[in-house]
């Protein structure tokens, strides 16, 4: 199933989880390894690993390795996993397929179980392997739908590195690009610079040519007529079909209505929270302002504070199309995509 080019970020050893540090690429590429829950935590808050996807899977493997590590130990060993548990949950607060991996993870532990520790590993290599075969899924019905398309922009990084493999919004361009000619543009994805160091690194290790532009300059891009589609991934969907995804997402997705180009998310229904109806009630992650400030005002004293949420909400109606492994939803403000929640 696996396309053995493409990078994978999460590699499983038997024993531990290996763990591509994306602070270092494109210059260096270094995988740590985890025998615990607390160190997958730290690699999620830190963003070693990141990507909504990849962080739910990341987080599974910690309960793996929690069960691992207790169950042999005591006889307490369930409060001690729902410890790790809760602490896997706080690592990051916008990706919902974080909680939908745990909550997985919980429902698996409320079972009764022989031999618990390669029940729940099993399972966090199932949630891992489920996702690269939707991203397979997802990455032809895209494809479906770009078909004659010339040009296409993506943001932020959703692909191999953000997934369990392959990606999303990169998935599509990846099974678009095995069919035909297509332009591809990276922004660059101020401030952690998704867009420049992941995106671009990802898409030339399987031979994808790419254009990277400064986020600035979508807008003049988009003026001259040169972009058909923005296409992008998704960190939560509310039921509505409001998308949260990468800060600058929302500003794409403005500047493309007003010059007639279409906007696709692609996103495992993983990461749809059906519990909630609107994009009004996610919580979207603030990061520390020193991301963003220069280190000459990262003191006590400084005038020059910083702003940094790394999220956005971008409204159902400026999105043309929703992409899942269970289908597509076109114009999701018109079609309700909660059609997809018992489709298989
Ligand atoms: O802060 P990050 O890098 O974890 O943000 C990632 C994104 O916003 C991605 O676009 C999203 O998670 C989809 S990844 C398939």
């Given at each position: 199933?696996?396309?053995?080019?493409?990078?994978?970020?999460?590699?499983?050893?038997?024993?531990?989880?290996?763990?591509?540090?994306?602070?270092?690429?494109?210059?260096?590429?270094?995988?740590?390894?985890?025998?615990?829950?607390?160190?997958?935590?730290?690699?999620?808050?830190?963003?070693?690993?990141?990507?909504?996807?990849?962080?739910?899977?990341?987080?599974?493997?910690?309960?793996?390795?929690?069960?691992?590590?207790?169950?042999?130990?005591?006889?307490?060993?369930?409060?001690?996993?729902?410890?790790?548990?809760?602490?896997?949950?706080?690592?990051?607060?916008?990706?919902?397929?974080?909680?939908?991996?745990?909550d997985q993870m919980k429902a698996?532990?409320?079972?009764?179980?022989?031999?618990?520790?390669?029940?729940?590993?099993?399972?966090?290599?199932?949630?891992?392997?489920?996702?690269?075969?939707?991203?397979?899924?997802?990455?032809?019905?895209?494809?479906?739908?770009?078909?004659?398309?010339?040009?296409?922009?993506?943001?932020?990084?959703?692909?191999?590195?953000?997934?369990?493999?392959?990606?999303?919004?990169?998935?599509?361009?990846?099974?678009?690009?095995?069919?035909?000619?297509?332009?591809?543009?990276?922004?660059?994805?101020?401030?952690?610079?998704?867009?420049?160091?992941?995106?671009?690194?990802?898409?030339?290790?399987?031979?994808?040519?790419?254009?990277?532009?400064?986020?600035?300059?979508?807008?003049?891009?988009?003026?001259?007529?040169?972009?058909?589609?923005?296409?992008?991934?998704?960190?939560?969907?509310?039921?509505?079909?409001?998308?949260?995804?990468k800060i600058g997402t929302y500003?794409?997705?403005?500047?493309?209505?007003?010059?007639?180009?279409?906007?696709?998310?692609?996103?495992?229904?993983?990461?749809?929270?059906?519990?909630?109806?609107?994009?009004?009630?996610?919580?979207?992650?603030?990061?520390?302002?020193?991301?963003?400030?220069?280190?000459?005002?990262?003191?006590?004293?400084?005038?020059?504070?910083?702003?940094?949420?790394?999220?956005?909400?971008t409204p159902a109606k400026l999105?043309?199309?929703?992409?899942?492994?269970?289908?597509?939803?076109?114009?999701?403000?018109?079609?309700?995509?909660?059609?997809?929640?018992?489709?298989?």
């Amino acid at each position: 199933m696996q396309n053995n080019k493409t990078v994978h970020a999460l590699q499983w050893t038997g024993s531990a989880l290996k763990v591509l540090d994306q602070r270092l690429l494109p210059e260096k590429i270094i995988y740590d390894e985890y025998q615990d829950a607390i160190g997958v935590t730290e690699a999620i808050t830190t963003m070693r690993v990141r990507g909504a996807p990849a962080i739910g899977i990341a987080a599974a493997y910690g309960v793996a390795l929690s069960v691992q590590k207790y169950y042999a130990q005591s006889s307490h060993w369930r409060e001690k996993v729902d410890a790790d548990i809760e602490l896997l949950a706080k690592s990051r607060p916008t990706a919902v397929n974080l909680f939908w991996a745990l909550d997985q993870m919980k429902a698996m532990l409320a079972m009764p179980l022989d031999n618990p520790p390669a029940a729940i590993l099993a399972g966090a290599e199932k949630i891992h392997n489920d996702d690269i075969t939707a991203n397979y899924k997802m990455g032809e019905l895209g494809a479906d739908i770009l078909s004659g398309a010339k040009s296409v922009m993506t943001h932020c990084n959703a692909g191999a590195l953000a997934t369990g493999g392959y990606g999303t919004a990169l998935g599509v361009i990846r099974s678009v690009y095995k069919r035909q000619a297509i332009k591809v543009y990276a922004g660059e994805t101020r401030p952690w610079l998704q867009g420049a160091r992941l995106t671009v690194w990802e898409l030339a290790q399987d031979g994808i040519p790419s254009t990277l532009i400064a986020d600035s300059a979508a807008a003049w891009l988009m003026k001259f007529g040169a972009l058909d589609w923005i296409v992008v991934g998704a960190d939560r969907i509310a039921a509505n079909g409001d998308v949260a995804n990468k800060i600058g997402t929302y500003a794409l997705a403005v500047l493309a209505r007003q010059h007639g180009v279409k906007l696709m998310v692609v996103a495992p229904t993983t990461t749809i929270d059906w519990a909630i109806d609107s994009g009004n009630q996610i919580e979207l992650e603030q990061r520390s302002p020193n991301e963003l400030l220069p280190a000459c005002y990262n003191h006590k004293d400084s005038l020059v504070s910083a702003w940094n949420p790394v999220f956005d909400v971008t409204p159902a109606k400026l999105i043309s199309a929703i992409v899942t492994e269970r289908g597509v939803i076109l114009n999701p403000a018109e079609q309700d995509i909660r059609s997809l929640k018992n489709a298989i």
